[in-house]
């Protein structure tokens, strides 16, 4: 695909400021078009092009994303007729509660697809395909709210932004584990629920994105059981990474904020956890985590954080339903556009991750 999904499907003319915007994030855009080729491949073993546009059609109606629906409408129409069957209906049960749910899409929604027939790796290219399209609505969605916004300068930080940090008296001190409303940031533990990768018998191509993808990935469950489909998890990856730790910006504090917002809202404790952490270590204070973990809907404790906290909220809970209004909080707070990007990016990568951790397997807790 030479030309990017995304840019055509809002109109983003290379002479407009939110395409110059957007691509400050380049590597994000190629590995977002990247992992659409990859997920929509008609070389992709097992899992018909039809079938995959059929959940893609029936995800983006769900979300109630009318930009992204015609595309798949049209993508399917193109593509030919789907053959209906139980395989397909299981797929299609597993999609909606995924998608609507996902922290109802558990062990036992997960297990319906192997009984379906699917294989490990189909039943992996199908979580990693209703996980991406969760993040792909949530992009698209958050663009389309900054086209409506407009552009505009960034303002200084304000005073209350830089006043400086008082630790409450009645919370621990940053790195002792917060414990609340079932939400904790000790250190978890994940195992998966369907068969691993062997490291010893792996393909060079799966050591390889192994290696790519994270120091540890060759003892980690979650990384062993998505290298089953190594291109896919490339590009995730890539993905994930560059919206994460990019330069400038979005704060790398503020980005782990927005990700913990996020899995709160989701539900899901296990990146909840890692990403409250992070947020500690890069701000030494947790007054906001034990915030978001009590009511994340009263988080903050000044506008912009409440801001970031409430994008989040918001881009999580109804994409169809994000716009302008959910931006100008966070405009009137000082925020650049790369600024809204780099947030809009961090809420939309955990729709994609919540799913996968939270349906692919559990949490596990220290002894």
């Known amino acids: ?20 915007t ?19 491949d008609p070389e992709l ?67 319906s697809l192997p009984a379906a027939g699917y294989s490990t790796a189909e039943t992996v290219a199908l979580a990693q395909l209703i996980a991406y399209l969760s993040f792909q609505a949530r992009v698209v969605a958050g663009l389309a709210a900054m086209q409506a916004l407009g552009a505009a300068p960034a303002r200084p930080l304000s005073a209350e932004a830089a006043a400086p940090f008082v630790h409450p008296a009645n919370l621990p001190p940053p790195g002792e584990p ?9 250190t978890l533990g ?6 691993v ?32 489909q190594p291109r896919i998890l490339q590009e995730r990856s890539t993905v994930f990474n560059a919206i994460m730790y990019a330069p400038g910006g979005l704060s790398r504090a503020e980005r782990e904020l927005v990700s913990a917002a996020v899995s709160r809202v989701n539900g899901c404790v296990y990146c909840a956890s890692v990403h409250a952490q992070r947020f500690e270590q890069l701000s030494k204070r ?23 906290i409430q994008l989040a909220l918001a881009l999580t809970r109804d994409p169809a339903g994000f716009g302008a209004a959910q931006l100008q ?27 996968l951790m939270l349906n692919l397997g559990e949490a596990v807790y220290p002894a």
């Open 1 to 20: 695909m030479t030309t990017d999904l995304i840019d055509s499907l809002l109109s983003l003319a290379p002479a407009s400021p939110l395409h110059a």
């Open 22 to 40: 957007r691509h400050q994030r380049d590597k994000v855009v190629s590995a977002t078009q990247g992992s659409h080729a990859a997920l929509f």
């Open 45 to 111: 073993l097992g899992l018909a092009l039809a079938d995959r546009l059929h959940l893609a059609l029936n995800t983006s109606q769900t979300l109630g994303l009318d930009t992204l629906s015609a595309h798949y409408a049209q993508a399917l129409r193109q593509q030919g007729p789907v053959r209906d069957s139980d395989r397909l209906a299981a797929a299609r049960a597993f999609a909606h509660t995924l998608t609507v749910d996902p922290v109802a899409a558990d062990r036992h929604a997960l297990l």
């Open 178 to 186: 917060l414990n609340i409303r079932g939400f904790t940031s000790a």
């Open 190 to 195: 994940w195992k998966a629920w369907l068969p």
């Open 197 to 228: 990768l062997d490291p010893a018998q792996a393909t060079a191509e799966q050591l390889a994105v192994l290696d790519s993808s994270h120091p540890k990935a060759r003892s980690s469950d979650y990384y062993l059981l998505l290298a089953h």
């Open 286 to 308: 947790n007054d906001v985590i034990a915030q978001l973990f009590e009511d994340p809907d009263r988080a903050g404790t000044q506008a912009r954080e409440k801001g970031l």
């Open 329 to 355: 909080p966070l405009r009137d707070a000082g925020l650049s556009d790369l600024e809204l990007l780099d947030a809009i990016h961090a809420a939309a990568i955990f729709a994609w991750a919540n799913r």
